[in-house]
């Protein structure tokens, strides 16, 4: 049934009123209306990319011809319409998502192009890194002055980059102030996400930050980061997940997800005997205290935080909270046998099987791949390991694959009915 | 309403302007090395020109790139460390003296990094990493070096870079391979 159909069926039925049929009818109008001018716009936006590549490719062919003074006043052309056209879109335009998303790119793509040009036009020696930060720190008022969403992701991914060009120097504090002047426009866009529900963008923007952090941590802790340190990054990932997030689906929940994929990863590393032959750089641990002891604290807070919760709504403790602590216990049995990796191949048998199992009762489609996926990775990982033949590879590899698509076909069977 | 506006307005003002101003400077900096500095030429090691290539910018090789001290000094890779130059009578340059802190006066010095260190007996010599190290081109540029060719005779002093040297801060200016000048 079209809109119109269904407005004419309902006041019939004397569900609404004309006066409320007509507002809806206007409504959806201006709505199509809107849609069709965005696609104008996106249009505009990639003509005036391609007429100003275009124009400075021209400029490039005959760039050795002109004078120093000349290629430095062309270097400043492509910042100088962008930022006239961001002036015309604040008097004019400040309502438009479309214009005021795409003039803030072309701001900062107009600034990063001066600042290149102006490097190549006295071969000044920076690295990429230094041009990048900049690049940031000064595209950053554009995305409050803006309001505009694309150009946040785009600078959480650039000083993201930055963090990963200076992973090993001194400089990647300067990658938490990048973070610090951002975030407040994150969370402005979490706060937005409580009342409306609708915001994609806001997933990009989690996982970003969410990926981000672990490289700085990473980077943070650098040469003495240990299996400890590891683990309880891990688990702080996932209490913040299950705590502050809460939300159940993968791509809303990246720390949730980090948090168990990491776990589950661990358990199948301590499966093989390789993993804890080094038992000296296992446990002779590099502490710095402040770092290691705030972590600790951050876990069990976290835990506390997670049990106190569930208490009084009385739900059980979710299953996934337990593997950290259990894989501690076996990381510390590593300490006194020699044979740990055997309670790894016990622990992630016992933990497909778990979930597999889990799954099937609670209907939850994803616990139960989560489960066969950790077996078959466990499996073809230990069948990679060992001298085993192509032949028995090949029938083991085909045979796994039959029967994840078989239970996945079943299961879903049985969920439709 | 009116007043959020103009608030906006007046910010994203401020904030081009400086975006403009940070470009600017770096203009203005390089412009004060090359208004007020002094030209150095720095022989180039041979080399297959087409080895030079780097994406968009030429790497240049200096033969003026070691210096011969008694002791190590605890010298690092990386450490920065500033060049004291000479010039002989053709214009070419050479090093006089290292410094290891900022000296007093900046004249004929050049700010740069140490690349390596290498020890033999009483001797050390310490490599240094220019900051003018790259040279970049457009697209014309490979096909003119491509006919070209290093002359291997260690003698002649024909391909260079010129460069020039302002209160420690250096920027290449031009290259010459072969005497024949390349074009940026």
Redo the contacts between chains.
């Keep these: 049934m079209s809109l119109k159909e269904d407005l004419k069926d309902l006041l019939d039925h004397q569900i609404i009123d004309p006066q409320t049929a007509q507002k809806i009818k206007e409504y959806y109008h201006h709505k199509a209306g809107e849609k069709s001018s965005r696609l104008l716009i996106v249009f505009a936006v990639l003509g005036t990319f391609l007429i100003g590549a275009g124009i400075l490719l021209l400029i490039a062919h005959n760039w050795s011809q002109f004078p120093r003074s000349i290629k430095s006043i062309l270097a400043f052309i492509p910042l100088l319409i962008s930022q006239s056209v961001g002036l015309y879109v604040l008097f004019q335009k400040s309502n438009i998502k479309f214009w005021t998303e795409s003039v803030s790119i072309a701001i900062s793509f107009g600034l990063i192009i001066a600042l290149a040009l102006v490097s190549q036009i006295y071969h000044i020696q920076e690295s990429s890194s230094q041009l990048v930060f900049w690049w940031v720190i000064l595209s950053i008022p554009l995305v409050y002055l803006f309001k505009s969403k694309s150009l946040g992701l785009f600078l959480f991914v650039l000083s993201a980059y930055y963090l990963l060009q200076n992973f090993h120097s001194d400089k990647h504090y300067l990658y938490l102030l990048l973070w610090l002047l951002l975030w407040p426009f994150y969370y402005g866009l979490e706060k937005k996400h409580l009342h409306d529900r609708t915001s994609l963008f806001l997933y990009f923007y989690r996982w970003t930050i969410a990926i981000s952090l672990l490289l700085f941590v990473f980077s943070f802790f650098s040469n003495r980061f240990s299996l400890l340190t590891l683990v309880g990054v891990l688990s702080i990932y996932y209490l913040i997940g299950e705590n502050i997030l809460k939300e159940r689906n993968f791509f809303k929940n990246p720390y949730k997800w980090i948090g168990i994929l990491g776990i589950l990863g661990l358990f199948i590393f301590s499966s093989f005997n390789f993993f804890w032959e080094k038992k000296e750089s296992l446990f002779t641990l590099q502490f710095q205290w402040v770092p290691e002891l705030v972590l600790l604290i951050l876990v069990v807070l976290g835990y506390l935080y997670l049990i106190i919760k569930r208490k009084k709504t009385e739900q059980d403790l979710p299953y996934f909270s337990f593997l950290f602590v259990f894989f501690i216990l076996i990381y510390l049995s590593a300490y006194f046998f020699d044979f740990t990796y055997i309670f790894g191949i016990l622990s992630v048998l016992i933990i497909s099987l778990n979930l597999i199992v889990q799954g099937e009762r609670k209907k939850r489609l994803d616990i139960l791949n989560l489960g066969l996926v950790s077996f078959f990775i466990f499996i073809i990982t230990h069948f990679f390991s060992n001298d085993i033949s192509f032949v028995y590879r090949g029938v083991a590899f085909i045979l796994t694959g039959i029967v994840l698509i078989g239970i996945n076909y079943y299961f879903l069977k049985n969920i439709k009915k | 309403m009116r007043n959020s506006?103009s608030f906006?307005?007046i910010?994203?003002?401020i904030?081009?302007l400086?975006?403009?101003f940070?470009?600017?400077n770096?203009?203005r900096i390089?412009e004060r090395i090359i208004n007020n500095g002094e030209t150095y030429l720095f022989v180039m090691q041979e080399n297959d020109p087409l080895d030079l290539l780097r994406g968009?910018?030429l790497e240049l090789y200096f033969k003026e790139n070691s210096f011969k001290i008694k002791d190590s000094f605890g010298l690092k890779p990386n450490q920065r460390i500033w060049v004291e130059l000479r010039k002989d009578a053709d214009g070419f340059a050479h090093i006089k003296q290292l410094y290891l802190d900022i000296p007093k006066n900046l004249n004929q010095v050049v700010e740069a990094k140490i690349g390596s260190v290498s020890g033999r007996n009483d001797e050390t010599i310490v490599y240094i990493d220019y900051?003018?190290?790259?040279?970049?081109y457009?697209e014309?540029v490979a096909k003119q070096l491509d006919s070209l060719q290093f002359q291997t005779s260690s003698d002649t002093k024909t391909s260079f870079a010129r460069v020039i040297v302002w209160k420690g801060n250096a920027?290449?200016d031009e290259i010459y391979i072969n005497g024949i000048r390349i074009?940026?």
């Excluded at chain 2, 900051?131 to 970049?136: A, G, N």
Aim: proline fraction near 3%; charge should be positive; hydrophobic fraction near 40%.
């Design positions: 506006r906006l307005v910010s994203f003002l904030l081009s400086i975006q403009l940070y470009v600017y770096k203009i390089q968009t910018y900051p003018f190290k790259r040279f970049y457009n014309g920027i290449v074009n940026k």
